[in-house]
């Protein structure tokens, strides 16, 4: 298996983006996650990168994964033969929304 170099891009709080991390954890990758929330430098790089404002989003070796959750990075990860197939479970849904809490509190913030 090759080196991974996987750049996250998610919220501090929200059900695909905790998907996401559940990923990560699931086959111990190394990874940069930037919090598109508490720093919004991290929301615009996003923008530029993949091309729209949608998250999370995950940029593994050069390619970006937009608006993906994940579910879908471990089809990717799987697909590419990047990762062993491993019968780990997550303590969190892989592809879910953000809950109305989620949300309210995001709207609040002014996000």
């Not at 993906?68 to 990075?73: A, D, F, K, L, Y």
Request: charged fraction near 20%.
């Amino acid at each position: 298996m090759s080196q991974l170099n996987i750049t996250a891009y998610v919220k501090t709080s929200c059900g695909w983006s905790n998907g996401v991390r559940a990923i990560m954890a699931k086959y111990s990758l190394p990874y940069t996650e930037k919090d598109i929330i508490k720093n919004p430098a991290f929301r615009f790089e996003m923008e530029q990168r993949s091309g729209q404002p949608l998250s999370p989003c995950v940029e593994i070796n050069g390619v970006m994964l937009p608006d993906i959750s994940g579910e879908e990075v471990e089809a990717y990860l799987l697909a590419q033969n990047l990762v062993t197939p491993n019968g780990a479970t997550t303590d969190v849904p892989l592809n879910a929304p953000c809950t109305d809490e989620q949300h309210a509190a995001m709207i609040k913030m002014n996000l």
